[in-house]
């Protein structure tokens, strides 16, 4: 894959900003979660986030360390909260909940829903739900839109067992966000976009409820991540468009 060089202009006192262990940025994702957090070939972790990651490591002049971790306890605060990271970088939708337990950037990709099923099943859309069985990431938005939707679900604790489970036919049809879910159907022809559900979700970068220097510090990376195309370079990179 084609390396796309940051060159991020930023003047940060990284001096002064906590981290868990000096020297080390350390990050949360729960992987796989492609093409935003997945192991290539080497067994390294790569992806959209990821780079981001690094990006901000860059700056604070850091390694970087990514901390695989369950979904739940990125979601829940409680991963950031027990210092198993400084920042949980994921994929994660901001929502008021989670802003309760933790420190949201501001948001760096929109992301709303979809619906993918197989390319040669009956369902073309949400209005073809009843009666099927509905995949989703445990604890994610996807799962707590179909699950108030009223629809019939099976929770995956990651986003690599629900496509095997869509792809095995243990369950008719995936409901996640577009970013990855469009990637997918992308990557395999044995699975069919069928619908973006208009959630209006953003994603964010997160930090500890009482970590807002490090928050601050990440806004404005982000900001000149934006300023200096790097941004819309790596969205380039790994969502191509
Ligand atoms: N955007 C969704 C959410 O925040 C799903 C994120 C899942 N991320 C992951 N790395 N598995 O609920």
Known sequence: EAQVEADLDVDIDSESLELITEGTLQVCSDVPYPPFEYFDEDGDVVGFDVDIAQGIADVLGVELEVVQTGFEGIQSGVALNSESCDLAISGMTITEERAGNMLFSEPYLDDNL?????????????????????????????????????????????????????????????????????????????????EEIDTGEQLGIAAQSDNQDLIDAVDEILAEMDASGYMDDIEEQWFGD
């Open 114 to 194: 979809a619906l993918m099923s197989p390319v040669d099943s009956e369902i073309s859309g949400l209005d073809d739900l009843d009666g099927v069985t509905v995949g989703v990431q445990a604890d994610t938005t996807g799962d707590e839109y179909a699950t108030s939707e009223g629809f019939e679900t099976r929770e995956y604790p990651d986003s690599g067992l629900l496509l095997q489970g869509l792809e095995s036919g243990q369950v008719d049809a995936a409901i996640g966000n577009i970013s990855i879910l469009g990637y997918q159907a992308g990557e395999n022809e044995d699975f069919g976009f069928d």
